[in-house]
């Protein structure tokens, strides 16, 4: 089954305590990226890769890091999480050279930070 | 700038009505697809409907069907005879390609409720 996962989906964590969020996709798709969802905001694109080891940033990347060693991986990564990173997180793979085609999003992770 | 603006918040409707859900944007490019997503409270993002921008004709899928007004930057999205399990937040949305990368941009999202 085509899909993409997350790790965790919900999350607790208090201000400055490093942590990762896991991404797979099992679709052998190029193109990766990170959006955070906020009430009244939609989802903003927080990095991107276009694929292994090319990452670049999206509409909202500070405070984040993400890197792309595997095709199928890309972590997000929180060095030191500050309250207003609370949010839900999406990750979303789809063929580089077919963007009209569907994103495929996991299943989103929440994170509340404290 | 690249925006997507829905400006209905929340909509409410009765089981089985028609209901439409605005959306304009703006954007200089000239090569872009725009969807219709749908958030139920699961959180999960569900692919609801897909338009080319250089189609004219207007894409359906099933119950779903768009009205696409591409000089006016027009996208909504009409559910006809609508059911309780379309109740959800819709997202509008389009994507363009800028020096060969992606760029998704989304709306606020319309809360849709289907009372019964």
């Known amino acids: 089954e085509a899909q993409v996962t997350q790790n965790p989906r919900y999350l607790i964590t208090v201000t400055g305590k490093k942590l990762t969020v896991t991404c797979s996709q099992n679709?052998?798709?190029?193109?990766m990226s990170w959006y955070r969802q906020d009430p009244g905001l939609g989802l903003r694109q927080i990095y991107y890769?276009?694929?292994?080891?090319?990452?670049d940033k999206g509409d909202v990347p500070e405070g984040y890091k993400v890197s792309r060693k595997e095709k199928r991986n890309f972590p997000l990564i929180l060095e030191s999480p500050s309250p207003n990173q609370t949010s839900l997180y999406f990750c979303?793979?789809?063929?580089?050279?077919?963007?009209?085609?569907?994103?495929?999003f996991g299943p989103g992770t929440r994170l509340l930070v404290l | 700038a690249q925006t997507v603006t829905q400006s209905q918040p929340e909509m409410s409707v009765q089981e089985a009505e028609t209901v439409t859900l605005s959306c304009t944007y703006d954007t200089s490019e000239s090569n872009y697809y725009l969807f219709w997503y749908k958030q139920p409270p699961s959180r999960q993002m569900i692919l609801v409907i897909r338009q080319e921008a250089y189609k004219q004709q207007n894409a359906t899928e099933n119950r779903f069907s768009v009205n696409f007004q591409k000089a006016a930057k027009s996208f909504s999205l009409k559910i006809s005879d609508s059911q309780l399990g379309d109740t959800a937040m819709y997202f509008c949305a389009f994507i363009y390609i800028i020096q060969g990368a992606q760029k998704l941009v989304f709306g606020q999202g319309t809360r849709l409720t289907i009372n019964p």
């Open positions: 979303a793979s789809s063929p580089l050279l077919a963007p009209g085609k569907t994103q495929y």
């Open positions: 679709m052998n798709h190029e193109y």
């Open positions: 890769s276009m694929n292994v080891e090319v990452t």
